[in-house]
């Protein structure tokens, strides 16, 4: 039996980078066409998270031990990847979880 095939959605930009979600502005993609995008969004929004995390000094007492970041990742047909905040469009919803150990 053949692998299934995933497809995701994307969104175009307009002129100005902005997304303006609607019928003609959609399209889909193969899932594993977007993999390289999607894993470096990922990696560089969890750097970013644990840098600030790392930033934040302990005060009168308090300091981070769990830290947890959700944003969501809209693909879009041309310019890559958004990172945005987390809603019910964005393609994915991804929850970071981070422990300072």
Do not use: C, N, Y
């Not at 994307?10 to 193969?30: A, C, E, M, Y």
């Not at 894993?39 to 929004?45: D, F, G, T």
């Not at 990742?73 to 905040?85: D, F, H, M, R």
């Amino acid at each position: 039996m053949p692998d299934p095939l995933v497809r995701v959605e994307t969104v175009d930009l307009d002129r100005t980078g902005s997304r303006q979600i609607g019928p003609k502005s959609r399209s889909t993609t193969p899932l594993s066409e977007r993999r390289e995008d999607i894993q470096a969004a990922i990696q560089e929004a969890s750097s970013l998270v644990q840098q600030a995390a790392a930033k934040a000094e302990e005060t009168a007492g308090w300091r981070i031990t769990t830290l947890e970041a959700t944003f969501g990742l809209t693909l879009t047909a041309e310019a890559g990847i958004i990172v945005s905040k987390a809603s019910a469009e964005a393609s994915f919803e991804v929850k970071i979880t981070v422990k300072r150990g």
